[in-house]
């Protein structure tokens, strides 16, 4: 089934180009590199004479800085899960950054994080301008049927008024037992503007339903350092008969179209939000020899953004270990129940007015905002019992992009006055310079937060699993940072200082508990391009990142993260080809890495055992674009294969947290459409 879905796919696009020739827009998609950087051309490339160009370029809704649709081939990794993050050895299972990354933000917070990367949300949806419609479809097969699929499409059906919807789905059975991933993401926006420019109108839709199989790690056993037993046995190379925590015997399957998880977390969230803008200001136009184009020029801006979220946090065992969970989170079934559901539900309504004033009124990128904020919660927790509360919140926000675009200033902050979390605040500011073309640019920055608990420490959650009830007190980290890039050299670096109190964290499977002291993080990251042969097309692209904790402290990171990738990149002679192939590598010191939590959906300080990193991770990388066309082929995880009792095999695992191996060897083609309808 899944190879007719795959053949049906193409068969549809290429249908679709040999329809309408402007389809087949391969000559118009060049030109897209360095789109998130703002650089490159303002169309999707170059054109024929006799065939319409498109311009295409898109914000985000709390900035008005256009950018453009990245079309690199170099990194593969964004899809989905990024480099510098480690997982629990599937596609679409609990992630977390291998880097000191603490939450930044203030107010409420429901507590699950561990498949954030997997969302679609309100902050990174996309509002486009567009001269043609424009649409994308993604496609990625891994082993065992893992599959990957994004279709995206963008169109103005007026030069006032466009539209983007966007889809996403994630499906893999993962190589051990109760490890299925089975996720979908939508999100929709509206954007709507007077042709006078004084008002604008933004719609957003997002929702997400998330599910990640656990089965809270293979069996084997730690003996002098050294995971052994089944992970090492020659009877057990198919890694789907080891044993696991949960799920029991769970069957193997690789149905596209089954979805069930029958073990794990299952979280969804709907989010919907409306922004409305009324510009005062001065009128004027811009006369050509055909046409008189209005212009605006706002000196005052007036805002309301209403958001409405619905959260619903889940996790499941149809057939619970009894003795694991009493071993694990002294938790019992109550009695006559066989099946463990626990769940939080949230709802959220928010109401924001704010306004603005242009100090230049021909740079909008320029301004000052002030805000206040009333924000109604509800939630549906343990034994079904009904919560609700309030916060009532302020926030302002200078920003100045000069219009010469040699400098980019920013300070924001926002402060709850009453309400749930009530003395919460949050401090930010930056600067950052562009020195020169050859000096490069240089930003500092700032950030400072005061921070509640996440509601997971609630006596109220149905996932508060502690005896006692909590007292904890706020969380503040304070963050300061340099970041410093030379385009001739190559050459990012970039340092991180954390400076954390009262930190709150997981000291087991289900007890918080709070540091009442005060410990620094000091982080410093390079990253650096270096090429060789005639037309320096080939590249070793490195990347280091040293991380140390100061004081006595509740968390453990690697010392030393690297990844580099060693490779080709360039046309092999052919005008319209864009060619990456090499290797693509990972390693980090070994360090004591953080458990997982299965119920609770949250990574936990643990400081018994140490994860060790038997070699660096390798993977073969082919990848190239022919005009619109992309793919991807990738052999992941070659550092796997070695002889065991004669026979060789990808068995040589390594390991992500306590009892988590990654998989083995895993084959991923992705093929990538970017077409003008």
Known sequence: MRYLFFLILILTVVHGFAQDPIRGAGNRIRGMKGAMSGQGTDSLGKRNKNEDSITINYRYLDTARQYR???????????????????????????????FSPSLKAGWDPGFHSLDIYKLTVERARFFTTTRPYSEINYMLGSRSEQYIELMHTQNRKPNWNFHFQYRFINAPGMYKSQKTSHNNYLFTNWVHSKNKRYNNYFIV???KLQAGTNGGIQDTLQNGNYINYINQPNYVNRFSIPTQL?????????????????????????????????????????????????????????????????RFMFVDEKPEIDYYKNHYNYTLPTGQTTIDLGDIWKELTNDISIYTFPDSKNTQQFIKLGAALQNLTGIL??????RYTNVFGHGEYRNRTRNQKWDMMAYGKLYFAGLNAGDYEARASIQSLLGQKIGSLKLGFENVNRSPNYLTNPNSSFYLMPQPSNFKKENNTHLYAEVYQPVLKLNLSGHYYLVNNFIYLTNF?????????????????????????????????????????????????????????????NAGYRRLDLAFGLDTRYRINYKADNYSPVLGEFFYQNDSTVKYKLPDIAGYVHFRINSFKLFFRAENLNTFRILDGFGGWTNNNFSAPNYPYPGLVIRLGVYWGFVN
């Not at 649709?69 to 977390?96: C, E, K, Q, V, W």
């Not at 989010?271 to 005052?300: A, E, Y």
């Not at 982080?523 to 650096?528: D, E, G, L, R």
Request: aromatic share 14%; no cysteine; charged share 20%.
């Open 206 to 208: 997002v929702g997400n």
């Open 510 to 570: 289900y007890t918080y508990q709070q540091n009442s002291g005060l410990f620094n993080m000091l982080q410093i990251n390079a990253s650096k391009v270096f090429s060789a042969g005639r037309k320096k097309q080939w590249k070793w692209r490195a990347d280091v990142s040293i991380q140390k904790v100061i004081g006595n402290a509740p968390v453990n990171v690697p010392l030393v993260y690297t990844r580099n990738r060693f490779g080709y990149e360039g």
């Open 382 to 387: 343990k034994d079904s019992n009904q919560y």
């Open 247 to 311: 799920g029991g015997d769970a069957e193997g399957g690789y149905n596209f179209f089954n979805t069930n998880v029958p073990v794990g977390n299952k979280y969804n969230d709907l989010n919907i939000v409306m922004r409305q803008q009324f510009d005062l200001g001065r009128k004027d136009s811009l006369v050509t020899d055909s046409t008189v184009v209005p212009l605006f020029f706002p000196r005052i801006r007036l805002e309301h953004t209403i958001q409405y979220s619905k959260y």
């Open 69 to 99: 649709i990245d079309s690199s081939i170099t990194d593969f990794t964004r899809y989905p899960i990024p480099a510098n993050y480690m997982h629990l050895g599937n596609t679409g299972s609990p992630a977390r950054s291998i880097l």
